[in-house]
C-alpha cells in the first residue's frame, strides 16, 4: 500500500513569494491533515479535511494561507505572500476513520526555507 | 495555560536498557493519547494508542501507562536497541469526535551500543 505522497520535499523561496504544496493522501482515506512543525517542536494542525469539507480551520492563517481539496482526494496548501516565519516543515497526514482505527499515516513533509 | 510537556534533552541510553519518556499535560482532559516516533526527515509514524480508561497498553518491546490523576503518560522501551534511536511525540486527542491531534515537543531517544 502505498504511503501518503507529498511534493515537493525541498522548497526555498524569497520572502514575498507564492509557494504551493501538494499531497496525495492514501486511498480511501477521508480525513485529511496539514501539519506545521518549526525545528523542535512538535507538528501544529493547521487544517483538517473531511472528504471535500474543511471541518477544522481554526488555526490556519488565512490572510496568506489556503487550502483545498478537489474531489476529496489529492490537497494543495498555497502560502501567498511567503514570510521569513513561515519556514517550517509542511507535513500532510490521512487517515480513515471507517477502517477503526484513529492512527494517523504522515507523508515526509516538504521543508521550505524563506530567504 | 494548556501545555504539552516532553524531555526537552535528548535521553542517552545504553543497548539492552529500558528508554522511559516522559508525557506531562497542563489543563487538558484527553479521551485518548497516542505516541508517535520521527525519524529525521520523515513524518512521524503512529506506535501505540491508550484510551483515558485504560491504564496500561503493550505492544511487543513497548509499553505506555495512562495517568490522568497525574496528567501523565509514560512511554517504555524495553531491551532497547540503536534502531530505537529517533524522536517520540506524544499526541493529545481531547473527545472520540474529533480527529485533531495536540502534539508535544517531542523527545529525542539515543541509543548507544
Known amino acids: 500500500e502505498a504511503g501518503v505522497v507529498q511534493s515537493p520535499r525541498y522548497k526555498i523561496i524569497e520572502k514575498k513569494q507564492p509557494v504551493a504544496f501538494w499531497c496525495n493522501p492514501i486511498s480511501g482515506h477521508n480525513t485529511l491533515y496539514w501539519y506545521r512543525q518549526n525545528l523542535g517542536q512538535g507538528p501544529e494542525l493547521l487544517i483538517r479535511?473531511?472528504?471535500?469539507?474543511?471541518?477544522?480551520d481554526s488555526q490556519l492563517p488565512k490572510d496568506r494561507f489556503s487550502a483545498e481539496r478537489l474531489k476529496g482526494v489529492d490537497s494543495t496548501l498555497k502560502i501567498q505572500p511567503a514570510e521569513l516565519g513561515d519556514s517550517a516543515v509542511y507535513l500532510c497526514a490521512s487517515s480513515s476513520r471507517t477502517s477503526g482505527s484513529y492512527e494517523q499515516y504522515f507523508g515526509p513533509g516538504t521543508r521550505l526555507t524563506v530567504t | 495555560s494548556q501545555k504539552i510537556e516532553q524531555n526537552s534533552e535528548a535521553l542517552n541510553i545504553q543497548e539492552g536498557k529500558t528508554a522511559t519518556l516522559t508525557c506531562n499535560y497542563t489543563?487538558?482532559?484527553?479521551?485518548?493519547l497516542q505516541w508517535y516516533r520521527q525519524d529525521p526527515g520523515r513524518g512521524p509514524v503512529f506506535l501505540l494508542l491508550i484510551r483515558e480508561n485504560e491504564k496500561e497498553k503493550r505492544k511487543e518491546r513497548l509499553k505506555v501507562t495512562f495517568d490522568t490523576t497525574l496528567k501523565q503518560s509514560l512511554f517504555h522501551i524495553t531491551a532497547s536497541q540503536p534502531a530505537d534511536s529517533a524522536t517520540y511525540l506524544c499526541a493529545l486527542v481531547l473527545s472520540y469526535n474529533t480527529d485533531k491531534l495536540i502534539f508535544g515537543t517531542g523527545t529525542r531517544l539515543q541509543v548507544f551500543p
Open positions: 479535511y473531511e472528504n471535500e469539507e474543511a471541518v477544522d
Open positions: 489543563n487538558y482532559s484527553p479521551a485518548y
